[in-house]
């Protein structure tokens, strides 16, 4: 009997991130980035390759009893699984190679190294896992190892965000434990397998609780608006390749664990769910966007892109769900198929947004777009490259989110076939959340890229800064390429896609058929040929120029007013081009400025100096979070009165509690 | 007919409207101000101006402003290429259009939002103020009438079940009641709306202003001259044929050939330039009795059109 070459290569991919992680704890200095990031690389390439077989139709299924206590390990791969591990892996492989020049220059951190595989295995476990206890156990792992990357980098910020992303991960954990544990109580069984099979015996209200349970855990994890004040400001703080990793692979599990209870364990369910999970997904889109056009930190504000780009994988998945409860399976497993493309396009782009920004923090030691500008001069690669991811962040054609939001907006045209006052009140919503977004995206991103990379540098620091390293222009490019693919020929992947929607469980149709019906929608768009020719007529009206052209381009002083010379200083910055965006949006953000003038000691109409500051605070943190951390500061401190530190009260409280419960006991007999 | 005869006709379709459009927006911008300063009792330039100009400009020199880089020098020539390829694919004179499927609404906007990116890169490039102010107000209403454009659309198309926008068209083509529907008069007024904000029109821009306070699209492209100045004025000269001839095409299709016969086509071809001068001359004689807004008084312009789209959607959904 041969082996199964899924598990095969999830053996490859599981030894090589081991020995990555001993590598880095073991090996001396001058060979540990090299031999490390070499062998991370090869763990992602091997989990990438497990999750393409998994794709193209091979299963594996697996239980080891023996590896951990109370049940054993449940392992099952299947289409679904396997968008994700692909994802995954390629992320991890990519982000590897970067992080073979990133480490070596500086901050060649032993821990960091060593545990950052560790990360990535945990994330390559999550949608292996088949069992309740399994996919808890591999989550926790994920937490965990991402809460050390994310605090790795010392310093008051990192501190911060590492509280904060502790509490909110455990409080997500605690509500998928909840919601799995009640689930697996229900269905007597803790295998996915069984539990699918006795859902239709639960009770509607059971199913209902658990899956706002597990929305909310997931949800969390996915960046899901309210629940996302963790990510933009955990993201930020780890380095540059593990928050690519983060960013481009973690946060997608959040839906591949809503997509498999949802519709794999539960089986659909009752509309109200999915109109929850597409309303919120509408949300975390247009309030992730307006936030990431009015920051000026450049890794916070591809933070705030991904929460709207998981904020549309959302709303997909919730259309999927209002389809598929309405009786069209068909159009159901577009918006699911839509949902999963932006999971893999999202990711390319991500990846190469963050790593370029990472290129960019390593070169000038800031991520403030008001110090950056005129890296393109310096850094002429990572500025075409993060062009390029720009492009597909914003949606446009040519670029690797376009294919992905249109084959969304397919789904939902035909959606006025649902019935339903609700849905068809929501569903004209969400199409206006999705066309918000994409329309602040290209602000957003032009404003990136505008202010960060193009124009005259702003600061000493960008002034001196210096090309990436040969391994992280070479991550970079991988990265771009995969960008460049899924931007010009998404079609290829729908047979895959189709794979993957069947067996989310959500339609049980002839496969090819279907498959067929992606391949006839996806051929509407060519965006192949669309590209080719605005190229074709760019390069040849530029021909055209330069054939009939008198003389060569020559150099020309810049308009300067007749008041030279112009400076950095009076360039505009991202936050003066973010400005007409944040008056348009104040009442959402509401943004806090404050104006301190000092008046001079002999006169009060005399000014010595004006100090003006402007904050963009996260609103909902300010609101919703912020209240309840007051509060239980409070209590704690009111708690301080009862536990004072007295050994003879601890006693006297001991005392009560023993009379109260003899009390109790003798009033039950 | 086969098949072979088809892919040439529709090919001679688009190669038609392109030229007609590369050609004829200057006409279209001189009319305009034509029509505009005879209206406010001046003698004004004539109709060809604009082809003048074009002509004058494209002899200069080409002048590189110190330390721009390629965005700089590529904006320009994308504007010109993207109209281009919106010419050569929206229904203008015939419902075949060389790019077949490929003809897709929401690809032709997103081109469309593509250029403009690309003109406010370049404005970002030149590192002056004025490029900043004027890439900064023009990504702000861009991003606030990019989503009104895909709302109108999107309530169009959900009534066809497809975004490819031949199908749209001779869909309207074919039957009038559609296009008296409420989906279909909530997004005429939207889109009409965002095409005035897209084209830098009044009331959102003034095209004939240089007054630092009030400036948008002319600010952007301050540093332009020579040929680049021309391509930059060509590429939005296109922009605005074919968003009014996109506009004339959806809620006007009368007049469009729906089929492939050389008189019916050459009908299309004549009722497109008749319609497309008819709205130009309406549009200037509208700017004369209209003021520029404020420009923070534009977005709140700019919602009530995206208001507009979401309740065409809406109505798409509930009353057709």
Partial sequence: ?669 | MNELDITARTMTVSVVQVLVVLLGSPLLVGLMRFVRARMEGRVGAGVLQPWRDTVKLLRKHRLDPEGTGPAFRTAPVLGVAVGAVAAGAIPLMATGTAFGTGADMIAVIGLLALASAALALAGLDTATAFGGMGASREMTIAALAEPTILMAVFALSARVGSTNLPAIVAAGAAGASRLASPASLLAAVALAVVVLAECGRLPVDNPATHLELTMVHEAMVLEYSGPDLALVELGAAMRLTVLLGLWSSLFVPFGIATGTGLGVLLLGLLVFAAKTAVLGCVLAAGEVFMAKLRLFRVPELLAGSFLLGVLAVAASFFLD
């Fill in chain 1, 1 to 669: 009997m041969s082996a199964n070459p899924v598990a095969v290569a999830l053996a490859v991919a599981g030894g090589f991130g081991l020995v990555a992680s001993t590598g880095a704890l073991v090996l001396p200095a001058r060979i540990r980035v090299l031999a490390t990031g070499g062998s991370a690389a090869a763990s992602g390439t091997a989990g990438a390759a497990a999750g393409a077989l998994a794709l193209s139709g091979r299963t594996y299924a697996a239980h080891l009893p023996n590896l951990l206590p109370l049940g054993g390990v449940y392992l099952r791969v299947d289409a679904l699984a396997g968008v994700f591990l692909a994802v995954t892996g390629a992320v991890f492989a990519v982000a590897a190679v970067y992080g073979i020049g990133y480490f070596r220059g500086h901050g060649s951190n032993r821990a960091v190294q060593a545990v950052w595989p560790l990360f990535a295995l945990s994330l390559l476990l999550v949608p292996v896992a088949a069992s309740v206890s399994t996919l808890l156990y591999a989550w926790e792992l994920m937490a965990l190892t991402s809460l050390l990357l994310v605090c790795a980098g010392g310093g008051e910020q990192a501190r911060s965000a590492g509280l904060w992303y502790a509490v909110m991960t455990h409080l997500g954990l605690v509500a998928l434990l909840a919601g799995l544990v009640w689930l697996a109580a229900a269905a007597h069984t803790e295998t996915f397998a069984g539990i699918a099979a006795a859902s239709g015996s639960i009770s509607p209200a059971v199913k209902g609780a658990v899956f706002v349970l597990v929305l909310a855990g997931f949800g969390s994890k996915a960046g899901m608006v309210p629940l996302h004040a963790w990510l933009p400001r955990a993201h930020p703080e780890a380095p540059s390749p593990v928050s690519a990793v983060m960013s481009a692979a973690m946060v997608n599990l959040g839906v591949y664990g809503l997509v498999r209870v949802g519709f794999g364990l539960l089986h659909g369910g009752s509309r109200w769910w999915w109109l929850t999970a597409l309303l919120l997904g509408a949300l975390s889109a247009v309030y992730g966007i307006i936030q990431a056009a009015v920051e000026t930190d450049l890794k916070r504000l591809l933070a705030y892109s991904t929460v709207e780009n998981l904020g549309l994988i959302l709303l997909a998945v919730g259309a999927a769900g209002i389809l598929s409860d309405s009786g069209q399976p068909v159009l159901a497993a577009l918006a699911l198929a839509a949902g999963l493309l932006h999971v893999a396009t999202h990711a390319a782009f991500k990846t190469l947004l963050f790593l370029g920004a990472g290129s960019v923090l390593h070169a000038t030691g800031t991520r403030d777009l008001d110090e950056l500008g005129g890296l393109r001069t310096r850094m002429p690669v990572t500025t075409g490259l993060f062009a390029l991811g720009a492009l597909g962040a914003a949606a446009l054609p040519g670029g690797a989110g376009f294919p992905s939001e249109w084959l969304l907006l397919q789904s939902l045209i035909h959606a006025r076939v649902i019935s339903g006052a609700a849905a068809l009140v929501m569903l004209p919503v969400a199409v206006g959340a999705i066309a918000l977004s994409a329309g602040l995206a290209v602000a957003t991103f032009v404003k990136a890229l505008g202010t960060g990379f193009l124009a005259k540098p702003r600061s000493a620091r960008a002034e001196h800064a210096h090309e990436a390293s040969g391994p992280m222009l070479a991550g970079l490019g991988i990265a771009a390429v995969a960008c460049l693919a899924l931007a010009l020929v998404p079609g290829t992947s729908a047979p895959a896609l189709a794979r993957a929607v069947n067996a989310a469980g959500l339609y049980v149709g002839g496969l090819p058929e279907y498959a067929d019906r992606l391949t006839a929608i996806g051929s509407t768009l060519s965006p192949l040929l669309v590209v080719a020719v605005v190229v074709l007529l760019v390069l040849a009206i530029k021909a055209l120029l330069k054939i009939t052209a008198r003389a060569p381009r020559r150099a020309a002083p810049l308009w300067d007013c007749g008041a030279p010379p112009l400076t950095a200083r009076m360039e505009y910055t991202a936050t003066s081009f973010a400005e007409p965006l944040q008056r348009v949006f104040d009442d959402v953000i509401a943004p806090e400025s404050d104006l301190d003038v000092t008046q001079h000691d002999e006169s009060e109409y005399l000014v010595a100096r004006v100090a003006y500051s402007r904050a963009v605070p996260d609103r909902i943190e300010h609101r919703l979070y912020l209240p309840v951390v007051h509060t239980v500061r409070r209590a704690g401190r009111m708690a301080t009165h009862v536990a004072n530190g007295s050994v003879h009260r601890y006693l006297g409280y001991g005392f009560c509690a023993v009379i109260v419960l003899l009390v109790v006991l003798a009033a039950a007999r």
